[in-house]
Each structure stands twice: as C-alpha cells, then as structure tokens.
C-alpha cells in the first residue's frame, strides 16, 4: 500500500475496518483536500456516509450504524445528545464523532476514545467510556476535578 511507505501502521485492540483494510483513499484524498487531514468530506458527514441507519439498509455488528434527527444533529448515543451544531466544550471544535471516537483505532469497544486521549483527564475512573462522558458534562456544568485547580471553601 502506497500510504504506508510514509505513514507507520498501528496496531489497535479495536480497527475500524477499512483502515486495517488498508483502504485509506476511502475516508482520504490522496493529493489534497479542503478539510483536516485529508479527508474526502468533513468528518461528520464522511463518518455518516456508512454509519448512518438507512431504512432500506441491513444492520450489521460488523458496520454499526445510528439514528439520528432528519437534520443529523441530535441522537447519539442518546436521544437528545448533540453530534453536530455546537461546538465540544473540551477542545472547542464543533462536535463531532471524533469528539468521542477514534478514527483509525483504539483500546475501546466502539472505537471510543479512553479516559487519557480526553484534554484534562477526569480524576475519577470508573470505566474509561463513563470518564469520558464525565469528564466533558462536568466540564460543561462548571465542575472541574482537574488536580491543579483549588478546591472551593466549605461555607
């Protein structure tokens, strides 16, 4: 495979297919591209063309998909979480599958990103998927665990 002449292959506990399929030119331009790191659309919509629950489409435990709001921006992994329209409270880039998923690979089920590749990790680490979902609403709601900041005086 011509990409990986430049590009190291990595190994995961979990592969999002086409990427251990070597099928790069898939979700990338080979030459050039308007959008981050090659991609042949932006990430929601390139993430959408296989993920998103078509009604005349077959399910499949080896091509998970979604259902979203007809505008595609409410439903996952709850009905009314966004995915699309607003920006992550953790990095400040709209939200969007990669906010919470891997592209490539990871040590995850369902690609999702552990608790240390989240900006600030959350000090209480149950599970890495809850850490990860906390760490952001607790960022959202004010609440901040990180070990550098005082902790508030009891009145």
């Excluded at 050039?32 to 399910?59: F, Y």
């Excluded at 966004?82 to 880039?93: M, R, S």
């Excluded at 891997?102 to 149950?126: F, V, Y």
Aim: hydrophobic share 30%; aromatic share 4%; with cysteine.
């Amino acid at each position: 495979m011509l990409c990986l002449e430049c590009h190291k292959a990595e190994t995961f506990a979990y592969t999002h297919l086409p990427y251990e399929s070597a099928m790069c030119i898939r979700c990338h331009s080979p030459h050039v591209s308007s959008n981050a790191h090659l991609l042949r659309a932006a990430v929601n919509q390139l993430c959408l063309s296989c993920h998103l629950r078509n009604p005349e489409g077959l399910t499949s435990r080896y091509l998970p998909t979604i259902t979203l709001t007809g505008d595609n921006r409410i439903g996952h992994p709850y009905a009314m979480h966004p995915v699309a329209g607003i920006l992550d409270p953790l990095t400040g880039d709209e939200m969007s599958c990669t906010s919470c998923h891997r592209a490539h690979g990871g040590t995850q089920a369902s690609l999702l990103k552990a608790g240390a590749e989240i900006p600030e990790d959350a000090l209480n680490q149950n599970t890495e998927t809850n850490d990860m979902c906390r760490k952001c609403h607790m960022h959202m709601w004010g609440i901040d665990q990180s070990p550098k900041k005082a902790k508030r005086k009891p009145k």
